[in-house]
């Protein structure tokens, strides 16, 4: 007969062998290194802490705008902790300049910085509902153009932003294109052909002729991964997908997007409505490298003890747990 205490060992250990063999790399998984390889000091380090976490610990996120409900006191508030990641938004170019102090500032403070963009479609203007008209995604490669005009005059300026971030020595968790392989914005409706060029049209003009080397390229999927729309090991840093459903660990999310590369790099949950529930995730195997709860009515949405406990949680990493990154993750 099994007494107790053995059944407790036993879950233990088959929790933990749950752990390990999600989080370890297969065979066919190489060793994950940033794809530029002149990247800055702070970003390599910052990207040796994501590994160093990797498969055992998750970072809490949230997504904070000028518009929302003041997201970071409103946490503060409910759970005692700030997020160790504050996600911004170059979606108004009357706020980005904010956006850049944003950034410098949490990272001055101990946190991660995240960035994305709802790019307007070229030629329609900027903001949420202009991301999400389409246009013909062939003429931003067409010199002449009124698209391929505003596509550059965009990137230049979004370029000069994040050189203030570089000039700071701020890495960037860099999230262009998300959900880029729905049916919603721009830069998805036509297909992954012209999403890939547009990506790699951005990473080679930040990287190589701009030499933005403080970000860490983040390419995110909606709750569907499809190594489709993957433009390759050589321009991505940090593979995931965000989902908008239940508390639970999205299993098959996690497990299809850490596929869809060679290397065994973080994977993110790049947005959720509800965070997932931390018992779940350790009882499943899936740890998540960072989670990201969307802003306003999500937030205030998500039930205060359950956040309170997520935010309290030993898998879940918060502002006040971050290490000193540059000081003890540089080599």
Known sequence: MITVLSKKYISVIAVFCTLLVVSTPTMAQQTAKLSNKKASKEAKALYNYLLAINGKKTLSGQMDVKWGEGELKYVQEVTGKQPAIRGMDFIDSAENENEVAHAIEWWRKGGIPTLMWHWGAPTKGQGYDNSKKEIDIAKCFEEGTPENAAMWAELKEKARLLKKLKDAKV????????????????????????????????????????KLNNLIWVFCYTSKPDTAWYPGDEYVDIVGADDYGDDSPHADMYKQAKQISNR?????????????????????????????????????AVDKAYLKRVYNHDLILTLDELPDIVKKYSK
Not at 176 to 188: A, L, Q, V
Not at 265 to 293: L, N, R, T
């Open 264 to 300: 065994n790099i973080p994977i993110a949950y790049h947005e959720c409505g509800i965070p997932p529930d931390p018992d779940k995730c350790v009882a499943e195997g899936i740890v998540w490298s960072w989670w990201m709860e969307w802003h306003t009515g999500h937030l205030t």
């Open 171 to 210: 890495p960037v968790l860099w999230r262009p294109f998300h959900e880029m392989n729905g049916t919603w914005f721009w830069w998805s409706k036509q297909g992954s052909e012209p999403l890939k060029k547009l990506w790699v049209t951005m990473y080679n003009y930040f990287v190589k002729q701009e």
